[in-house]
């Protein structure tokens, strides 16, 4: 008899399975089903809903602020400011027709623009809203609540984190990814979740607020305080839990990363209600995504998160746009200009926000150690040769990038202000094509880069550490599209390359270092063939 696979082997296997390779792509139905296309809102019949107020005159902080508020008292805890909150990051931005198709974006991105991450709020009472479990309801800038919750339940909390504050929290459908991306899904999922979290940390930096990742939080109490485990869901359409955090000013240092086990069980005694709507007709079930989810399960922790590294963000040079403004024109570019060029100068003021520092989001989040860094692609930087280059986000570790690529890599210092080096030149616009699934944005870009993630160790050491892997790339993602906007460039996310082909150009023949995720910046040439709306236009109350 053999032994049952272990989660760290059943993880493995995922990863392994669901890798695209030029003449093998990870399995999906291929097409597009489009009469089971799942809805991209949940909503919840049978619960009071509440309409939230929109931002009148958006927070006034720079682009600089997204990171870290210079000067200014937080926000006070009320309704509208954590309505402009959610607006600022999860909230709608824009809706696009072509055709008789209109499809709405959001604050947030998502692979394939299918959104499978759902969001939370648990509230202490405050002027206009009774305290309670509420879903966000992106659609409608709406709350739908889930329970009622005792004032008092409120009040120990506050107590708990001995600062006010509010928690959020996220949740995934993983139907709503594998209806198009069948069992990569799960992987795109996850960097869902990680740009959210980004989003709602540079949201909550604009109010003078900064989250605390609940990090030692079991997903079965998280589960069980947003009443996931008392819900009857539709056939796999359940939601999955992924995380949750404490909002709360930024000056106010908060250390636990956990919620004792008697609150968590007042808030999974609360009464429930609410139905969820079906999201679609008849949900396909992809059977190693049930898998990886539960050999992926976090079970409760207690381990603390390091200090992150003191230093201020590169300055140089700045936007002249807000922080909000930012936030609000970000969108993925679907085609770039092949010509378009920046200064290094830029290259490194983006490349520089991606770095984990204290004080500044969205890593202080605190969801552990850098354990990313990147491979760039670079294509037309002004004052760089064309070629392959590293930046070093500080993943110390026995085996670090550099010892586990090629040993013919150059490793030349490339900067004075960050830890970034050429490692061989040359005119890789093909390559990074190529190893994108064959697509243009990677080689008409300025650059392209891999997130190579220090991995086997890691998921051995605890297999949920494989969830918190695409989280931390897809937090990455979302500074480098804010970045690409705060410059005059756009970004795109590359979920879509050939795993094993990026590994054997930078001679990785091992699971040490692994590519999670791709991205590409440049001009951005826009699609004449759509038409863009104001991103609540279709609401009365606007
Ligand atoms: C995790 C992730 C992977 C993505 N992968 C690709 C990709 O491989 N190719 C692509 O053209 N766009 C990709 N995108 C961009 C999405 O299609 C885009 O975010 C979505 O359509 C929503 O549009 P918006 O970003 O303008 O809001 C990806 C986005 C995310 C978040």
């Avoid at 919750?149 to 929290?169: C, D, L, R």
């Avoid at 990680?194 to 109010?207: M, N, T």
């Avoid at 092949?338 to 003021?349: F, H």
Wanted: hydrophobic share 40%; glycine share 8%.
């Amino acid at each position: 008899m053999t032994d049952a696979p272990t989660p760290y082997q059943r993880t493995l296997a995922f990863h392994q399975a669901t890798k695209h390779h030029p003449d093998r792509y990870a399995r999906s139905p291929g097409y597009m089903d489009w009469a089971n296309q799942p809805n991209p809102f949940r909503s919840w019949a049978d619960c009071e809903t509440m309409a939230l107020p929109f931002i009148e005159k958006d927070p006034p902080g720079g682009h600089l602020e997204l990171y870290t508020r210079s000067s200014g008292k937080p926000a006070p805890l009320a309704l509208a400011t954590v309505a402009g909150f959610l607006e600022l990051s999860l909230g709608l931005s824009a809706w696009k027709a072509a055709g008789d198709s209109r499809w709405a974006l959001r604050i947030n991105p998502s692979s394939g623009n299918l959104h499978p991450t759902e969001g939370y709020l648990i509230l202490p009472a405050m002027e206009g809203i009774e305290a309670g479990i509420y879903h966000y309801d992106p659609l409608n800038h709406r709350l739908e609540r889930r329970a009622r919750m005792p004032e008092s339940i409120g009040t120990t909390i506050a107590g708990h984190f001995k600062t006010g504050g509010f928690m959020v929290a996220l949740t995934s459908i993983f139907w709503r990814e594998s209806w198009k991306y069948g069992e990569r899904a799960f992987r795109y999922c996850q960097h869902d979740v990680g740009h959210a979290l980004a989003a709602l940390g540079f949201s909550a930096a604009l109010q003078g607020w900064q989250l605390t990742v609940l990090g030692d939080l079991a997903d079965s109490a998280l589960a069980s305080l947003l009443g996931l485990d008392q819900t009857d869901w539709p056939r796999l359409e359940a939601e999955h839990p992924d995380l949750a955090a404490w909002v709360h000013p930024a000056a106010d240092r908060v250390q636990v990363k956990n919620l004792p086990g008697e609150l968590v069980a007042a808030l999974g005694n609360l009464a429930f209600t609410g139905r969820p709507n079906r999201l679609s007709p008849t949900p396909v079930d992809w059977e190693i995504i049930k898998d990886v989810a539960d050999a992926t399960a976090k079970p409760p922790t207690q381990t603390p998160v390091p200090d992150l590294p003191v230093s201020n963000p590169v300055r140089t040079p700045s936007s002249a746009l807000t922080g909000a403004g930012i936030i609000r024109q970000r969108r993925s570019a679907s085609a770039f200009d092949p010509d378009g060029s920046m200064d290094v100068s830029v290259l490194e003021a983006i490349l520089d926000k991606t770095l984990a520092r204290s004080g500044c989001a969205p890593f202080n989040a605190g969801i552990g150690p850098p354990s990313i860094d990147l491979v760039l692609f670079v294509h037309r930087v002004n004052g760089l040769t064309p070629g392959l280059y590293a930046l070093d986000r500080g993943t110390s570790t026995a085996a670090p990038l550099k010892t586990t690529m090629k040993s013919e890599f150059a490793w030349e210092a490339a900067s004075s202000r960050l830890p970034f080096y050429l490692l061989e030149p040359g005119d890789l616009r093909h390559t990074a094509i190529e190893l994108s699934c064959h697509q243009p944005i990677a080689g008409f870009g300025i650059f392209s880069l891999a997130m190579m993630a220090r991995f086997e160790r890691c998921i051995k050491e605890a297999p949920y550490r494989y969830r918190h892997l695409f989280w931390e790339a897809g937090m990455i993602g979302q500074i480098l599209y804010l970045e690409a906007e705060a410059h005059g460039f756009r970004g795109t996310g590359i979920g879509c390359y050939f795993d094993d082909a990026v590994h054997d150009l930078l001679g990785i023949d091992t699971l040490a270092w692994q590519s999670l995720y791709h991205f590409t910046v440049g001009v951005a040439k826009e699609d004449l063939r759509l038409t863009t709306y104001p991103p609540y236009h279709h609401l009365e109350r606007e």
